[in-house]
T-cell receptor, first 112, second 112 residues
Framework: DGGITQSPKYLFRKEGQNVTLSCEQNLNHDAMYWYRQDPGQGLRLIYYSQIVNDFQKGDIAEGYSVSREKKESFPLTVTSAQKNPTAFYLC???????????FGPGTRLTVL | KQEVTQIPAALSVPEGENLVLNCSFTDSAIYNLQWFRQDPGKGLTSLLLIQSSQREQTSGRLNASLDKSSGRSTLYIAASQPGDSATYLCAPRRTNAGKSTFGDGTTLTVKP
């Protein structure tokens, strides 16, 4: 099955801890994205990557970090510097030409 | 900065009605616009993608139109069904390698 997988589905973090969210795609897409969604709101872009070993900050990158060492993987680390990390995190990818975006099932992060 | 508004925020209709969801954006210089569906607690499912050179796209009971000059897109759903109940989001993209900006969505409830 081709698609985008995110893990874990639910994640709980204590204050002061860093956590890493996984995003893997087997669609051979060039571009990958991380979004944050808060209740009742649309998506806000955290980071995006158009090619391996390159990525750009989105609108709300502070307190987050990413890497793109492989085409199929784009992990997101939520650091202790992110003051309000409780949210639903969505990963997406898009093929060459950056046309249609496809989304994973999401990870719900809760800070205890 | 692109701003996207979706009206209404919520809509409830009886089964079988035809309905229109609206999406307005402030920067008309877009590359394409994508409509998505999101079920509660789930990722986004792509419904339709309209390129900037197109006026409309159709898929089954769904028809999306685009008027770049006025900064508007509409999603028309024919003969609505309870299974159409979800949140619908629109996302115009600035350039072919640029970022998409998401509206807050319209939450649709179709009553049997």
């Amino acid at each position: 099955d081709g698609g985008i997988t995110q893990s874990p589905k639910y994640l709980f973090r204590k204050e002061g801890q860093n956590v890493t969210l996984s995003c893997e795609q087997n669609l051979n897409h060039d571009a990958m994205y991380w979004y944050r969604q808060d209740p009742g709101q649309g998506l806000r872009l955290i980071y995006y990557s158009q090619i391996v070993n390159d990525f750009q900050k989105g609108d709300i990158a502070e307190g987050y970090s990413v890497s793109r060492e492989k085409k199929e993987s784009f992990p997101l680390t939520v650091t202790s510097a992110q003051k309000n990390p409780t949210a639903f995190y969505l990963c997406a990818s898009a093929p060459e030409g950056y046309n249609e975006q496809f989304f994973g099932p999401g990870t719900r992060l809760t800070v205890l | 900065k692109q701003e996207v508004t979706q009206i209404p925020a919520a809509l409830s209709v009886p089964e079988g009605e035809n309905l229109v969801l609206n999406c307005s954006f402030t920067d008309s210089a877009i590359y394409n616009l994508q409509w998505f569906r999101q079920d509660p607690g789930k990722g986004l499912t792509s419904l339709l993608l309209i390129q900037s050179s197109q006026r409309e796209q159709t898929s089954g009971r769904l028809n999306a139109s685009l008027d770049k000059s006025s900064g508007r897109s509409t999603l028309y759903i024919a003969a609505s069904q309870p299974g159409d109940s979800a949140t619908y989001l629109c996302a115009p993209r600035r350039t072919n390698a640029g970022k998409s900006t998401f509206g807050d969505g319209t939450t649709l409830t179709v009553k049997p």
